[in-house]
């Protein structure tokens, strides 16, 4: 198994910016794809964005342009650096780990957006 600790999230204001930071430890494989998911209340939970060991990044349309998603292969640690931040991206955020043979998830952070 994996397991994912997130640290960053945080109450900001609208236009400010966060980073959040998700460290993964147990059997990695050095094939896999390390992302963030997020779940407003009363929604359903969904991709924010994801890259893969290679480095390919895919991102959410509503995130395109504000979010970057980077990643430390050496630490095993995926960054979400998150600008012009606003009310509509409240949620919990989880990070995700998925390889060839399994899923993992972190317990997630809160990230809370005043106007």
């Known amino acids: 198994q994996v397991r994912l600790v997130e640290s960053g999230g945080g109450l900001v204001q609208a236009g400010e910016s966060l980073r959040l930071s998700c460290a993964a430890s147990g059997i990695i494989f050095s094939i896999n794809t390390m992302g963030w998911y997020r779940q407003a209340p009363g929604k359903q939970r969904e991709l924010v964005a994801a890259i893969t060991s290679g480095g390919s990044p895919n991102y959410a349309d509503s995130v395109k342009g504000r979010f970057t998603i980077s990643r430390d292969n050496a630490k095993n640690t995926v960054y979400l650096q998150m600008n012009s931040l606003t009310p509509e991206d409240t949620a919990v955020y989880y990070c995700?780990?998925?390889?060839?043979?399994?899923?993992?998830w972190g317990q997630g952070t809160q990230v809370t957006v005043s106007s």
């Open positions: 995700n780990y998925r390889d060839s043979s399994k899923w993992s």
